[in-house]
């Protein structure tokens, strides 16, 4: 029991050590439970996961509703730090989020506000644990 305590606070420590290096933005605010907006007005899509989509044939507006609020919860207003990954189709930035150390996507999916999106999956290597 004590390994596996020890492991999980090391993890826990290698990735709070390595989101202090990254960049660091202040997040206006979320538009949904995958896409966001710093105060500098970069707008960033969340990598490697899927959240409901508010509007469209596909949506689902109360699922959609329920991520972004848990997503601007944790963000909006507040300093995170940015791994950029690369640009997509519509000029946003890729990226993963962190907050003191845990990923906020992989937080999105824990609690079921979102699932791994598996063509992208690559880019994130919390996706392959």
């Known amino acids: 029991m004590a390994r ?4 999980i606070l090391s993890i826990f420590s290698l990735n709070q050590a390595y989101s202090s290096t990254l960049p660091k933005v202040i997040i206006k605010n979320c538009y949904d439970g995958d896409t ?3 105060t500098k007005g970069e707008k960033i899509r969340l990598a490697c996961i899927d959240t409901p989509e508010l509007k469209g044939p596909k949506a689902k507006p109360l699922e959609a509703k329920e991520s972004k609020d848990f997503l601007n919860n944790l963000v909006a207003n507040k300093q995170i730090s940015l791994k950029r990954i690369t640009k997509d189709r519509y ?3 890729v990226g ?7 990923n906020i996507q992989e937080m999105i999916v824990e609690n079921g506000h979102g699932k791994i999106y598996k063509k992208y999956s690559h880019q994130c290597e919390w ?3």
């Open 4 to 7: 596996i305590v020890f492991l």
């Open 36 to 38: 966001c907006t710093t």
């Open 91 to 93: 000029g946003r930035t």
């Open 96 to 102: 993963e989020l962190f907050k003191n150390g845990l």
């Open 127 to 129: 996706t392959r644990q």
